[in-house]
């Protein structure tokens, strides 16, 4: 590895499941160094982290990243969206955070959509339909399950705005993050006072918006990173992996880690009133629709694991249809669903149910997928393929046969971080960061050429979804 040549940034990508830190070489994005700590999720009904092991685990992959760290000149933290964190007077964590994926919420996210006018009246209002992924849906859950817990509450942050606000000691967001709340109108950038009326939630307990380019603060002393270095924005992951890629509309983003993601970015601010596309601001000043399902790399894992069969072991052929809805569904909207297989024969084998898993993960992402590009689709655009699946031969291959596309995998691991450390070299260096991360040439890779589409297996999972709705539907 060659010396740097520039100043040293690091961009933190604080993710479902874990905390990985790039220490990154402003001038070329050389990484110099990289670490990754876990945090844990807990299992049953709900899904919850503890924002405290967020912080220890960023403290442990930035001490895996060792002494380059000491001279880093700026940060900035990448998070999981939608997270809704509760901080007390003293900022400590009154319980633990509610996380993305977590459905308790479905109940509360029907009721709200009804009370505000409709998915038609949160569209235009909001960019988005709020889901059960929505912080305002987890708010208005806490103050109905959990009063003294929401009565307890000095703070509400995401989860990067908290690890950014341990940085710093100051209380930010940015308009990408604070977009998939769902109590910020990004038609003109302010917090919707209406939608916060209607949840009981003081304005005075959130953060401050940042303008794009804004610094978040600087790194206050004490802490694994050195004193007065500067402080990105930070912006939620799917904003910051755009950035990473120095994204341009058009362009078609699969991204394949605990949670699928399409999306490109537009200089139009999207308002779907189906639900499926959520209209989310980009890290800049563009917007950012983009479809989310809940079960993605872990569901396809688990299914594996239950074969005892390893990642790569599918097998073509069958008629099966399996819809890996084992977290309950986003998209589609089905929080209550659960997974379903049809299709099975005495000559069924394993690797065929396996291979039956990835198609329904994939299936999901790519019907939505036309919806997330509007009018900026562009047929013959290669789908960039990012996120920890991205790395196994299966995933490529199960994208390339339902989407008939040209796929093309980035040679960076790890966008999300990448993001983060270009938004922090842009504050460093006064240069739009996705005009820095191109300068890096983060999104090159291999090319893999378009093939013919397996219209037949899309057709089989779309009847088997619609034949299972009553199913699917059932709480
Ligand atoms: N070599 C690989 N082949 C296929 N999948 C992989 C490989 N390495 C990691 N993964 C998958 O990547 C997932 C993690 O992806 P990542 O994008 O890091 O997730 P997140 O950011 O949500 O924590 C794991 O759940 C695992 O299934
Ligand atoms: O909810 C969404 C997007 O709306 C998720 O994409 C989360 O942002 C979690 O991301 P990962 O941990 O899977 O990266």
Same mark, same amino acid.
């Given at each position: 590895?060659?010396?740097?040549?520039?100043?040293?940034?690091?961009?933190?990508?604080?993710?479902?499941?874990?905390?990985?830190?790039?220490?990154?070489?402003?001038?070329?994005?050389?990484?110099?160094?990289?670490?990754?700590?876990?945090?844990?999720?807990?299992?049953?009904?709900?899904?919850?982290?503890?924002?405290?092991?967020?912080?220890?685990?960023?403290?442990?992959?930035?001490?895996?990243?060792?002494?380059?760290?000491?001279?880093?000149?700026?940060?900035?933290?990448?998070?999981?969206?939608?997270?809704?964190?509760?901080?007390?007077?003293?900022?400590?964590?009154?319980?633990?955070?509610?996380?993305?994926?977590?459905?308790?919420?479905?109940?509360?996210?029907?009721?709200?959509?009804?009370?505000?006018?409709?998915?038609?009246?949160?569209?235009?209002?909001?960019?988005?339909?709020?889901?059960?992924?929505?912080?305002?849906?987890?708010?208005?859950?806490?103050?109905?399950?959990?009063?003294?817990?929401?009565?307890?509450?000095?703070?509400?942050?995401?989860?990067?705005?908290?690890?950014?606000?341990?940085?710093?000691?100051?209380?930010?967001?940015?308009?990408?993050?604070?977009?998939?709340?769902?109590?910020?109108?990004?038609?003109?950038?302010?917090?919707?006072?209406?939608?916060?009326?209607?949840?009981?939630?003081?304005?005075?307990?959130?953060?401050?918006?940042?303008?794009?380019?804004?610094?978040?603060?600087?790194?206050?002393?004490?802490?694994?990173?050195?004193?007065?270095?500067?402080?990105?924005?930070?912006?939620?992951?799917?904003?910051?992996?755009?950035?990473?890629?120095?994204?341009?509309?058009?362009?078609?983003?699969?991204?394949?880690?605990?949670?699928?993601?399409?999306?490109?970015?537009?200089?139009?601010?999207?308002?779907?009133?189906?639900?499926?596309?959520?209209?989310?601001?980009?890290?800049?000043?563009?917007?950012?629709?983009?479809?989310?399902?809940?079960?993605?790399?872990?569901?396809?894992?688990?299914?594996?694991?239950?074969?005892?069969?390893?990642?790569?072991?599918?097998?073509?052929?069958?008629?099966?249809?399996?819809? =890996?809805?084992? $977290?309950?569904?986003? +998209?589609?909207?089905?929080?209550?669903? @659960? %997974?379903?297989?049809?299709? &099975? *024969?005495? !000559?069924?084998?394993?690797?065929?149910?396996?291979?039956?898993?990835?198609?329904?993960?994939?299936?999901?992402?790519?019907?939505?997928?036309?919806?997330?590009?509007?009018?900026?689709?562009?047929?013959?655009?290669?789908?960039?393929?990012?996120?920890?699946?991205?790395?196994?031969?299966?995933?490529?291959?199960?994208?390339?046969?339902?989407?008939?596309?040209?796929?093309?995998?980035?040679?960076?691991?790890?966008?999300?971080?990448?993001?983060?450390?270009?938004?922090?070299?842009?504050?460093?260096?006064?240069?739009?960061?996705?005009?820095?991360?191109?300068?890096?040439?983060?999104?090159?890779?291999?090319?893999?050429?378009?093939? =013919?589409?397996? $219209?037949?297996?899309? +057709?089989?999972?779309?009847?088997?979804? @619609? %034949?299972?709705?009553?199913? &699917? *539907?059932? !709480?």
């Amino acid at each position: 590895m060659s010396a740097p040549e520039g100043p040293l940034v690091v961009g933190v990508d604080s993710s479902t499941q874990s905390a990985k830190a790039l220490v990154v070489d402003a001038a070329t994005g050389q990484v110099v160094a990289r670490g990754q700590a876990p945090h844990t999720v807990t299992p049953g009904p709900g899904h919850e982290s503890d924002p405290e092991e967020w912080w220890s685990a960023l403290e442990g992959a930035l001490e895996q990243c060792g002494p380059s760290v000491r001279e880093v000149s700026a940060v900035s933290v990448g998070g999981q969206q939608h997270g809704l964190v509760t901080l007390d007077t003293a900022g400590r964590p009154v319980r633990p955070a509610l996380l993305w994926n977590d459905v308790r919420s479905a109940p509360q996210s029907d009721r709200l959509i009804e009370r505000l006018g409709g998915p038609r009246a949160w569209a235009d209002r909001i960019g988005s339909v709020p889901g059960p992924a929505f912080t305002v849906t987890k708010w208005a859950w806490l103050c109905e399950n959990e009063p003294d817990a929401a009565a307890a509450t000095a703070a509400v942050r995401l989860p990067h705005d908290y690890l950014t606000g341990r940085l710093t000691g100051a209380g930010t967001t940015d308009r990408g993050d604070v977009s998939g709340t769902g109590w910020w109108a990004g038609s003109d950038g302010s917090y919707d006072e209406e939608t916060l009326e209607l949840i009981g939630l003081p304005p005075e307990l959130l953060p401050r918006v940042l303008e794009p380019g804004e610094a978040a603060g600087t790194v206050r002393p004490g802490l694994p990173l050195p004193a007065g270095a500067l402080v990105a924005a930070g912006t939620g992951d799917n904003m910051a992996a755009a950035l990473g890629l120095g994204l341009t509309p058009g362009l078609p983003v699969l991204s394949l880690g605990t949670s699928g993601t399409v999306y490109a970015v537009s200089e139009r601010r999207p308002a779907d009133p189906t639900g499926t596309v959520a209209g989310f601001a980009d890290a800049r000043g563009d917007w950012l629709p983009l479809a989310c399902t809940l079960n993605c790399t872990l569901a396809v894992d688990r299914v594996a694991s239950l074969l005892s069969l390893g990642r790569e072991a599918v097998e073509s052929g069958g008629d099966l249809a399996l819809l =890996p809805f084992l $977290d309950g569904e986003r +998209t589609p909207n089905l929080p209550y669903a @659960s %997974g379903l297989l049809s299709g &099975l *024969r005495h !000559s069924t084998t394993a690797g065929q149910v396996l291979q039956a898993a990835y198609d329904g993960a994939v299936f999901s992402l790519l019907r939505a997928l036309d919806q997330v590009l509007g009018d900026d689709g562009r047929p013959d655009a290669p789908l960039l393929l990012i996120g920890g699946g991205a790395k196994g031969t299966a995933w490529r291959e199960t994208v390339r046969r339902l989407s008939g596309r040209p796929v093309l995998v980035p040679r960076a691991e790890e966008l999300v971080a990448l993001g983060a450390a270009a938004q922090a070299a842009g504050l460093l260096l006064e240069e739009d960061p996705a005009a820095v991360a191109r300068r890096w040439g983060t999104a090159e890779g291999p090319s893999y050429e378009a093939v =013919p589409r397996d $219209d037949a297996a899309l +057709t089989r999972i779309a009847d088997a979804l @619609s %034949g299972a709705d009553t199913l &699917l *539907r059932r !709480s």
